[in-house]
């Protein structure tokens, strides 16, 4: 009797422990409800249609798994120098590569999920997974969307992105999963500044889980602008199509 209570005192504490250690990361940059009239970021009432940089939407993990993965997805920047975009090698957690790539479209298509498009002054939902934060009895904590309205030839800085904010999303902004704190979709909308020109920008999302603790994802954005075309320029300028397709691969796998 004693073995039996002593094992199920050791499973309770792995248990609380592994939700101690859950921490979230954005899993979608371009969620958009079935119906806007219900915003919903559960699979049923939605679909992804773009990821952060090299996504594994492949890897037939189900929704909110991808802290499990391998590399793991979510990233804690360290105070020391709060690398704003994970690299592998910085951060007190190093999650997936979220660096710029060369060209930028490398980090999309095939493997990885697409890349997301935009107009000037368009709406778009951000969707990620509650990992145990969202209960009644956590503070409530913010996700930053940070967005340089310039465009850039390599990554901002932790201070450059941080003064580019343009949202402030609480992160409990949630889907009651009754039973599955650990899975409950989780989410919010930005706008994209209406002056941009076109081009490729990149937008930063920064959760701040404890005071000075924050967790980011990376992802390239190709917005069409409000640049005026030059005198006699009868030319239309077209954002290009998502690259690698836009199905969920996740969206029959979660929250099931």
Not at 139 to 150: A, D, G, L, Q, R
């Amino acid at each position: 009797m004693l073995m039996r209570t002593t094992v199920i005192a050791s499973a309770a504490l792995a248990l609380m422990a592994t939700m101690a250690q859950a921490h979230s990361w954005a899993d979608c940059v371009d969620w958009r409800f079935k119906d806007k009239s219900k915003p919903s970021y559960r699979a049923s009432d939605g679909e992804c249609f773009a990821w952060a940089r090299q996504y594994p939407v492949k890897s037939g993990v189900a929704f909110a798994g991808l802290d499990s993965y391998s590399p793991a997805r979510h990233y804690q920047q360290e105070p020391k120098d709060f690398t704003a975009c994970s690299d592998r090698v910085h951060g007190r957690e190093p999650g997936a590569d979220e660096t710029r790539q060369n060209p930028i479209s490398k980090a999309y298509g095939g493997k990885w999920g697409a890349m997301a498009v935009a107009k000037a002054g368009d709406t778009q939902c951000v969707r990620w997974p509650a990992k145990n934060h969202a209960v009644k009895n956590e503070k409530e904590k913010f996700v930053f969307i940070n967005m340089p309205k310039t465009l850039l030839t390599k990554d901002p800085n932790q201070s450059q992105f941080s003064k580019a904010n343009i949202a402030k999303i609480p992160f409990k902004n949630c889907n009651d999963i009754s039973g599955d704190t650990d899975r409950t979709p989780c989410g919010g909308c930005f706008k994209i500044p209406e002056e941009l020109e076109t081009g490729t920008y990149v937008v930063q999302w920064r959760w701040e889980l404890n005071d000075n603790e924050f967790y980011t994802s990376c992802w390239d954005i190709a917005v069409t602008g409000a640049s005026k075309p030059e005198v006699g320029d009868n030319s239309t300028t077209v954002a290009p199509a998502p690259l690698g397709g836009t199905t969920s691969v996740f969206a029959e796998l979660a929250e099931n």
